[in-house]
């Protein structure tokens, strides 16, 4: 399983947000590319990049540190946050990005997300799956759905995405474990899909669990930053 830091940006600089509330910021780090530093010289190959201010704007804001960051370092770097248009993707792959993640045009305008998938292929789309009680959460979590995050993938599926991160936003933030349940459910019944688990993640012990039910990778925010599960960890984890 692969270990995915993550990075949420606000003004550029390295912040973590609990459930996805704005009014609930903490700032970690004011020079992101330091941190992606770490995490490289950590032997983690891996880096999950989100644009909270374009999450919120509704359109590509920190492209700026994506690219100082895939210039200054060999990560492969996936993004999400505020990609809305033809304009914004073509922008995020300029900066370097390797994979780009859609979770509300999936599903405000499916038809344009399912464009970019013809046009850059599955490898490099993910599909954002994020949850509040199983239903599709959009907009950096601000706006609810009712659809049901299962049936929000099956759909997916069949139209050919490969990969998917699913977010419980009950979870994010909390440190108080993964919604282990929603990535079992997907599991089951996608046994093809990449799943990228995202959100709760406390300590070493739920990235095993994670790692034994076979996903595809497993990001990792707060826990490190709070000093929970250390870079020396993660890099031994890596190495098993």
Known sequence: MHIIPAIDLIDGKAVRLTQGDYAQKKEYNARPLEVAQQFEDAGLTRLHL????????????????????????????????????????????????????????AVKQPDVFERWLSRYGAGAIILGADAKNEKVAVSGWEEDTHIWVYDFVDNWLEKGITYAISTDVAKDGLLQGPSFDLYRNLQDRSPNLNIIASGGVSNMGDLETLADMGLFGAIVGKAIYEGRVTLKELEQFNQQ
């Open 50 to 105: 989100v644009d909270l201010d374009g999450a919120k704007e509704k359109r590509v804001i920190n492209y700026k540190v994506l690219e100082l960051i895939t210039s200054r370092t060999n990560l492969h770097v996936d993004f999400g946050g505020g990609v809305q248009s033809d304009d914004d993707l073509r922008i995020v792959f300029e900066c370097g990005a390797k994979q780009v993640t859609g979770g509300s045009i």
